[in-house]
């Protein structure tokens, strides 16, 4: 495949106005989730557990959609991205938005959960073993799966350029999502609420003033620098 091609093809899937949004989400994401993780110790941390929590049981076989979320946000992420310019600075300003006031939440109101042993020695159990064993039952409210989930199919319900086969199958994963978080016992159904709840708050903060002319800003220097080094 040609370069032409290639560039082509990125462009396609991430246009140049999309970048700076998309830099944004995935920083404010790794710095709120491992900067957390990292002063989990000073925490003291709080069980958000219902009785109806209690009787939900552990079904390792969900650990595959949990695993597989990541590939609906990627696809997510890139549709949005894609369908325009106004929609891509609107979902992903209330994303980011979200993000910001997760880790508020994370820091002010943090909450685990007791996991239960895993029996077994088959695919599913040994990947939720190795899940229970890296990540830790911290920042559990609100459940990230679950906003960035429904960023997803909010979004899928905006854009233009899919059809309802598109949306509706964007409805179906985010529902098993949200079944699986609680099916490997990461998250608690306040998680789920949280998550739902955060992001429509970033919707409302950001529907009067979301961050275009700082994405405009940004990508215009960004811009202006590689056609600098393009000329040196």
Same mark, same amino acid.
């Given at each position: 495949?040609?370069?032409?091609?290639?560039?082509? %093809?990125?462009?396609? +899937?991430?246009? !140049?106005?999309?970048?700076?949004?998309?830099?944004?989400?995935?920083?404010?994401? @790794?710095? $709120?989730? #491992?900067?957390?993780? &990292?002063?989990? $110790?000073?925490?003291? #941390?709080?069980?958000?557990?219902?009785?109806?929590?209690?009787?939900?049981?552990?079904?390792?076989?969900?650990? #595959?959609?949990?695993?597989?979320?990541? =590939?609906? +946000?990627?696809?997510?992420?890139?549709?949005?991205?894609?369908?325009?310019?106004?929609?891509?600075?609107?979902?992903?300003?209330?994303?980011?938005?979200?993000?910001?006031? @997760?880790? *508020?939440?994370? &820091?002010?109101?943090? /909450?685990?959960?007791?996991?239960?042993?895993? /029996?077994?020695?088959?695919?599913?159990?040994?990947?939720?073993? +190795?899940?229970?064993?890296?990540?830790?039952?911290?920042?559990? %409210?609100?459940?990230?799966?679950?906003?960035? !989930? +429904?960023?997803? &199919?909010? =979004?899928?319900?905006?854009?233009?350029?899919?059809?309802?086969?598109?949306?509706?199958?964007? @409805?179906?994963? @985010?529902? *098993?999502?949200?079944? !699986?978080?609680?099916?490997?016992?990461?998250?608690?159904?306040?998680?789920?609420?949280? $998550?739902?709840?955060? %992001?429509?708050?970033?919707?409302?903060?950001?529907?009067?003033?979301?961050?275009?002319?700082?994405?405009?800003?940004? !990508?215009?220097?960004?811009?202006?620098?590689?056609?600098?080094? /393009?000329?040196?």
């Amino acid at each position: 495949m040609s370069d032409r091609k290639i560039k082509g %093809f990125i462009q396609k +899937w991430v246009p !140049s106005y999309a970048v700076v949004p998309i830099a944004c989400c995935l920083i404010v994401n @790794t710095i $709120g989730y #491992f900067g957390v993780q &990292l002063i989990s $110790g000073m925490l003291h #941390f709080h069980d958000f557990s219902l009785p109806p929590d209690r009787r939900i049981p552990l079904v390792p076989a969900f650990v #595959f959609v949990y695993v597989g979320a990541y =590939a609906q +946000w990627i696809l997510g992420f890139l549709q949005c991205a894609r369908d325009s310019r106004s929609l891509c600075y609107r979902y992903m300003s209330a994303e980011v938005t979200a993000k910001l006031v @997760t880790i *508020l939440c994370f &820091l002010v109101v943090p /909450s685990t959960i007791i996991r239960p042993a895993v /029996s077994g020695s088959g695919p599913a159990e040994l990947l939720l073993r +190795w899940i229970y064993m890296h990540d830790g039952p911290v920042n559990l %409210f609100p459940s990230i799966h679950c906003l960035e !989930s +429904w960023f997803c &199919l909010r =979004a899928a319900f905006a854009q233009k350029k899919t059809g309802r086969l598109y949306t509706f199958c964007m @409805t179906v994963v @985010t529902l *098993l999502v949200f079944a !699986s978080v609680l099916l490997v016992r990461q998250h608690v159904i306040v998680d789920i609420l949280g $998550g739902i709840g955060v %992001f429509e708050l970033g919707m409302l903060l950001t529907r009067r003033r979301d961050f275009t002319a700082f994405y405009e800003k940004v !990508s215009r220097r960004l811009d202006r620098a590689v056609r600098g080094r /393009s000329r040196t």
